[in-house]
Structures are given as structure tokens and as C-alpha cells.
């Protein structure tokens, strides 16, 4: 089945330092892939949708410049949390959706805890 | 605004019991509904789908029921397994939107000896 490769599964970091986030998708291409962070306790909210090639969509009260999405090849998108403060600390999880169409063949990475200290 | 709710953040089911999720959503564009299942730490795993023509998807121990009118979907799982313990997440999508996922908050579900 589609597999998708999210690292690193954890990190921590200073206050002020910038941490990237990979997720390749490892057995087919991914035209979109969506970023979401997770609350303790709290459902999943989506931060961005990014389609291979061209600039991300951010959801409302995402702050873009903080947040960088490269979705340069079919394969890869990565997550840089810039200049991370404590309020940064959470768990992002990508996801990815195949090429063709409408499928709802959404597969999803196993997660970066991210710690800001 | 949560537009997926899961009123119960926790169910404890016994083993072989039939443990019921459930989900209520706002918007009536939602056409797609799918559950996941999450262990802490890990990604969601899918489970099962149901799309807005259909009233019930079943596959194996796992039943997905949508009430539109109600706007109220729910999981049955049956028999439950202590393998099933974990949080189950409904989601729901607008066909043609960049089908993105809205979720809900989340049920934890512990299945007892």
C-alpha cells in the first residue's frame, strides 16, 4: 500500500532556531499534500494544502512566513517552523493524496513531535 | 468553529461488545465522510469511508451509518478487540475543493478484557 515517510518523529529545539519537517511519499507521487498540527487533546487542524510545483494554500490564521511549504518534486514536501517559539510545540502531520484525480486515497505520515524550548 | 463534532471524547467498550462512535457535522456541502484511527505519536490510519449517496458502508467488523438529514454519522465496530483501543477520528470532505479533511475532535476508545 502507498506509504508515506514523515521525519524526523521528534525534535526539539531552541526558542529562535528554524526546524524542517520532511514528508516523502515513498511508493507513488503525490500532486497534493497537506500539512495539519495537532493540540494535545485536540483534533487535527489543517495549516496548508500544497500541489507539487506551486505555492501553498494556507488556512486562515496560518501565518505563511513562519510556516514554509516546498512541494518541490512529486515526492517531497517539507515544513520549516522558522525562528520557533514555545507556542510552536505540537505535533505536525503530513499527508498525501496520489495523482488521478478525486480519489480519496489519503495517506498519512506518522508524525513530528516538535518541542520548542 | 467546528463544523465535525465528536461530543464524547472517551467510550469504554467491553471485548466483544459493539462499541458505537459517533459524529455530527454543520456542513451540509460535506459529501464524503471517512473515519480514522490513531495511536498516540503515530499518523491516522483509515478505516472506512462512506460517501452522501450512500446510508451505510460496511467492511468486516467496521460499519460507517450517515443520517443526512440528521447530519450525524456514526462507527460500529463489532466485536471490539483491545486492538481497537485507540482515539478514532471522523472526517469530512467537499468533492472538488482541493478535498481537503475537516476533522472532528477525536473519541478514545479503550476496549476492556
Known amino acids: 500500500g502507498a506509504v508515506v515517510s514523515q521525519h524526523p518523529s521528534w525534535v526539539i529545539c531552541k526558542s529562535g532556531t528554524s526546524v524542517k519537517i520532511e514528508c516523502r511519499s515513498l511508493?507513488?507521487?503525490?500532486?497534493?499534500m497537506f500539512w495539519y498540527r495537532q493540540f494535545p487533546k485536540q483534533s487535527l487542524m489543517l495549516m496548508a494544502t500544497s500541489n507539487e510545483g506551486s505555492k501553498a494554500t494556507y488556512e486562515q490564521g496560518v501565518e505563511k512566513d513562519k510556516f514554509l511549504i516546498n512541494h518541490a518534486s512529486l515526492t517531497l514536501s517539507t515544513l520549516t517552523v522558522t525562528s520557533a517559539h514555545p507556542e510552536d510545540s505540537s505535533f505536525y502531520i503530513c499527508s498525501a493524496r496520489a495523482r488521478g484525480g478525486e480519489g480519496y486515497g489519503y495517506t498519512f505520515g506518522s508524525g513530528t513531535r516538535l518541542t520548542v524550548v | 468553529d467546528q463544523q465535525v463534532k465528536q461530543n464524547s471524547p472517551s467510550l469504554s467498550v467491553q471485548e466483544g461488545r459493539i462499541s458505537i462512535l459517533n459524529c455530527d457535522y454543520t456542513?451540509?456541502?460535506?459529501?464524503?465522510f471517512l473515519w480514522y484511527k490513531k495511536y498516540p505519536a503515530e499518523g491516522p490510519t483509515f478505516l472506512i469511508s462512506i460517501s452522501s449517496i450512500k446510508d451505510k458502508n460496511e467492511d468486516g467488523r467496521f460499519t460507517v451509518f450517515l443520517n443526512k438529514s440528521a447530519k450525524h454519522l456514526s462507527l460500529h465496530i463489532v466485536p471490539s478487540q483491545p486492538g481497537d483501543s485507540a482515539v478514532y477520528f471522523c472526517a469530512a470532505s467537499v468533492t472538488g475543493t482541493a478535498s481537503k479533511l475537516t476533522f472532528g475532535t477525536g473519541t478514545r476508545l479503550q476496549v476492556t478484557l
Open positions: 456542513n451540509s456541502m460535506f459529501d464524503y
Open positions: 511508493d507513488f507521487q503525490a500532486t497534493t
